[in-house]
Nanobody, 114 residues
């Protein structure tokens, strides 16, 4: 059974930081590309950052220079370090694993107050 479990969300003031974690089980973590997506109220889900199995990274323009995605294959975990948070970063953040099949976590809420 595949499980992606996100944690680390919460309420933070603008300018603050949060670190999200996504722990994966039931998949061969090392061969999966891992991503973070977010969905704000009334908006479509959007890509935030992705890290491939080969450790290449890609970011949405809106988070470049503020967010960092990383992975620890020994712990089957992907992280999203979020700095200089803005109110527009508010949303539910979802973890995603992709290798032929796409899996999603249940999401973790991030709220940034102004």
């Amino acid at each position: 059974q595949v499980q992606l479990v996100e944690s680390g969300g919460g309420l933070v003031q603008a300018g603050g930081s949060l670190r999200l974690s996504c722990s994966a089980s039931g998949i061969m973590f090392t061969i999966n590309d891992m991503g973070w997506y977010r969905q704000a109220p009334g908006k479509q889900r959007e890509l935030v950052a992705v890290i491939t199995s080969g450790y290449r990274t890609n970011y949405a323009d809106s988070v470049k220079g503020r967010f960092t995605i990383s992975r620890d294959n020994s712990k089957n975990t992907v992280y999203l370090q979020m700095n200089s948070l803005k109110p527009e970063d508010t949303g539910v953040y979802y973890c995603n694993a992709r290798y032929r099949v796409v899996y999603w976590g249940q999401g973790t809420q991030v709220t940034v107050s102004s």
